[in-house]
């Protein structure tokens, strides 16, 4: 297992902390993806597990075992930047025999372990012969060769084309399914996090701000800033009898036995659906609808808010009511 204490972290004249008691718990043969936006301490958080930077307080531990005091080489941990570090003037099984750290067997692991990425057919080629998504799963293969005792990807689909992701996104599940270690995930899109982990953790402003199971965190997350942050469009909020109320757009459905009465202001397509913006006395509502809906801005709507699939929040901590 690999955990994190209260984890605390400040840049040099920064005005605030990157990273504040940042205490998580990662079990052997999970995916832990970690979202948030930008500037939220992804990164740091990840650079201070392989031993890049130092906690001005806290501890990272394995298996129970403090290793802050550990240089990254002995801490058996492998990190996968955003850029592939692949070398230019090797071919990819060479990367890859590159980063063996037991010589038995290499030719046999190195065939097995681009099996689990799927770039076995890609072996003898050059790095620049590579397509983006390519590159960065010989990346995870070269990892995983290193024996780590954990595996911490960032951003792994930040610069691949959106048309290469899929292909990526696959080759972590199948680590996942062979890899004994943990998997620290980490990204900006929850829709990426929510397809990769077993667990999701959201960050925001260095904070813990809520972990457990992806579809809960999702469905009933325990902040305002959590609410506020996932989803292709962010929760419906107002307030109501002193609390404020929250409903995911998808959760809205149309009535035609009364509720809600509005007004579309606007018509957002989004492939397979689109997004209305409906004006009503709870104040501007997202709803989504079938691409295939005929509502339009300026037509009269009723909506109907699932008892169920409201949240309440507290208007002064922002921390979910029961």
Known sequence: MLATVDLCFRYAGAARSSLERVSLELPNATTLAVVGPS?????????????????RSGDVRVDGESIVDRSPQARRIALVAQDDALFAHMSVRDNLRFALRRRDGGDARIRS????????????????????????????????????????????????????????RDAVIGVRQSFAGPILYVTHD????????????????????????PQRVFDAPRTLAVARFLGARPM????????????????????????????????????ADAYLEVETERGLLTVRVPAASALRAGDGVVLDLPLAALRRFDRTTGLALA
Do not use: Y
């Open 39 to 55: 500037g939220a301490g992804k990164t740091t958080l990840l650079r201070i597990i392989a031993g890049l930077l130092r906690p």
């Open 113 to 168: 372990t681009a099996e689990t990425v799927h770039l076995q057919s890609k072996l003898d080629r050059r790095p620049r012969q590579l397509s983006g998504g390519e590159r960065q799963r010989a990346s995870i293969a070269r990892a995983l060769l290193s024996d780590p005792s954990a595996l911490l990807l960032d951003e792994p689909l930040a610069h691949v084309d959106p048309s290469l992701r899929r292909s990526v």
């Open 190 to 213: 929850h829709a990426e996090a929510m397809s990769v982990a077993d667990r999701l953790a959201v960050l925001i402003d260095g904070r813990i701000e809520d972990c457990g199971d």
């Open 236 to 271: 419906n909020l107002f307030e109501h009898d002193g609390a404020i109320v929250g409903i995911r757009p998808e959760h809205v459905a149309l009535s035609s036995n009364g509720g809600l009465a509005g007004r579309v202001a606007r018509r957002e397509s989004a492939g």
